[in-house]
């Protein structure tokens, strides 16, 4: 019997069971039932992607419109699909979604702030993505779920059905594909959750700076006393671990706008990673994970149901999706004021950038233009030294504009309302990985309370002669010899010789933006 009953007759839907909106219990049966879904120990549903445990960014399309043809940054990023094989898919997964005897279909809202708030339906085959939806957007009340009509964005998830790779422009059994015309998404061969995710937050990088919006890959916190924090980085630099503070609030972990009144969280949930996760590191995701939560790709005792973090030999991916609200200091709603501090984290593995630097508003868009961080030597075959890795604005997988328009709306902020800019290194010192240790979690968190606490902005600083920022002398309870890089290598020419190189790796990156960036951009990079 249907819950929630909804017409999907315009879609050319016609599945008689439409589950809409059902509670997580009731998602929980189906999802157990149907899809060999099991509760875990804490209660939370544990469940698996299929194949595809991560995004498929190779095979994400948009379609080439007239309406938004010259504003979007073609290539590599968003590659471009005629309409025609658009409504192949579209009809491939519509006609998948009627073979269902079940569907589900979860209305939701992307944006706390209601000014800028879009309604998005997803329609799917599995109770599993009605639940991640269900935690990952903005659940209506009963007046507005009964009130809601005209999504802005509808998408339709038939993944386990492939594409046809026959289909002009396909080039796998998998398309993940949007139009900003029809307000419509379709996804085929994956059944990972994180598509859905990361399509909404590429409608909100399209439609914010139209509105003199900025859309951000970042997280959010606020002081007791209102005073917000941002937080940009790339996975594995430490941006969910150092945001989630038991001193201060919650805003959102992975996706916020700053508009002219503050900042907002588009999302109504989190999405950590899991893998190596404990009580003792990170205490408030690991209490987090309880019933209505929804693990993916987790490995668990088949007797006790116990998970094992540690177990990557399903992925290295392994993921939690939960409620916002089930982090005890999340601030609800999610919208704060607009932020004294901007941190960008960085894990630098040729272990030559400082654990904390300050950044003119100039710098601030090079090296959030750049997005660098660093892979780790030996995680590939024949990898001896580490490897740069540079994603725009640190989240170049989800950006529509040029990275130059995104950077330009920051910098305007910054200057708008004087915030403070800090690039804080999580990576290596002492030497390059292999030979120097990773930057303290202890001296980390130290110098993230001295930018909250202001102490930071005030300190004595010297300048940098190859990236010309300025480092701190002092920093709280933080040795003095840590914040200066040189004096951590035995071999001062050694060091030289490895900051000159990423220096050199900055400058050749950023050769692909410097026609959309100005002399003043430029010229703030490293000497």
């Excluded at 914010?208 to 630099?237: I, Q, W, Y």
């Amino acid at each position: 019997m249907s819950v929630n009953p909804i017409d999907l007759e315009e879609y050319g839907i016609h599945v008689s069971d439409v589950i809409r909106n059902a509670t997580p219990a009731r998602l929980y049966e189906y999802a157990i039932i149907d899809e060999h879904a099991a509760i875990s120990a804490s209660g939370a549903l544990a469940t698996r992607s299929g194949d595809k445990t991560g995004r498929s960014p190779k095979d994400k399309r948009i379609v080439e419109e007239e309406e938004s043809r010259d504003d979007i940054w073609w290539g590599d990023v968003n590659i471009q699909l005629n309409d025609r094989s658009f409504s192949i898919n579209r009809q491939r997964a519509i006609d998948y979604l009627n073979t269902r005897s079940r569907i589900f279909v979860f209305d939701g809202f992307a944006g706390w702030d209601p000014d800028y708030q879009l309604k998005i339906r997803v329609i799917a085959e599995s109770a599993y993505h009605a639940l991640f939806m269900h935690n990952m957007l903005i659940r209506p009340t009963a007046e507005e779920l009964q009130a809601f009509d005209a999504p802005d964005i509808t998408i339709f998830n038939s993944g386990s059905f492939p594409a046809n790779p026959y289909t002009s422009q396909m080039t796998s059994t998998t398309s993940v594909d949007l139009s900003f015309n029809r307000g419509e998404f379709v996804i085929l061969g994956t059944q990972y959750a994180g598509e859905m995710k990361k399509g909404v937050f590429t409608v909100m990088n399209y439609l914010m700076p139209k509105r003199d919006v900025l859309s951000m890959h970042c997280s959010a916190n606020e002081s007791m006393d209102g005073r917000v924090s941002l937080f940009f980085g790339l996975s594995g630099t430490g941006k969910t671990t150092l945001s989630t503070d038991p001193h201060r609030r919650l805003i959102g972990d992975d996706e916020h706008c700053w508009t002219s009144s503050g900042v907002f969280n588009i999302e109504g949930g989190c999405y950590a990673k899991v893998i190596h996760l404990s009580e003792e590191s990170e205490p408030e995701i690991y209490q987090a994970i309880r019933y209505g939560s929804v693990l993916e790709n987790v490995v668990f005792d088949e007797a006790t149901h116990e998970v094992n973090y540690d177990d990557a030999s399903i992925t290295e991916n392994t993921r939690v999706a939960y409620p916002i609200d089930y982090i005890d200091n999340a601030k609800i709603p999610c919208i704060g004021g607009h932020p004294e501090n901007i941190i960008f984290l960085t894990c630098d593995a040729f272990g030559v950038l400082p654990p904390v630097a300050k950044l003119t508003p100039e710098q601030a868009m090079y090296h959030f233009i750049s997005g660098y961080t660093a892979k780790v030597a030996g995680t590939e075959m024949n990898v001896n030294e580490p490897t740069a890795t540079f994603s725009a604005c640190f989240g170049a997988a989800f950006l529509v504009w040029h990275p130059a328009k995104y950077a330009e709306l920051l910098a305007d902020r910054i200057r708008q309302h004087d915030s403070h800019v800090w690039l804080v290194n999580t990576g290596w010192a002492g030497g390059p990985y292999g030979v120097g240790k990773r930057m303290s979690i202890k001296h980390t968190r130290g110098i993230i309370d001295a930018i909250h606490d202001g102490t930071l902005a005030t300190a004595n600083t010297k300048t940098d002669p190859i990236f010309r920022f300025e480092v701190p002398e002092t920093c709280g309870e933080v040795p003095s010899e840590v914040l200066w890089p040189e004096d951590t290598w035995e071999n001062p020419t050694e060091y030289k010789h490895h900051a000159r190189r990423l220096a050199d790796l900055f400058h050749e990156n950023f050769q692909k933006f410097a026609r959309g960036a100005s002399d003043a951009i430029r010229n703030a990079g490293p000497s």
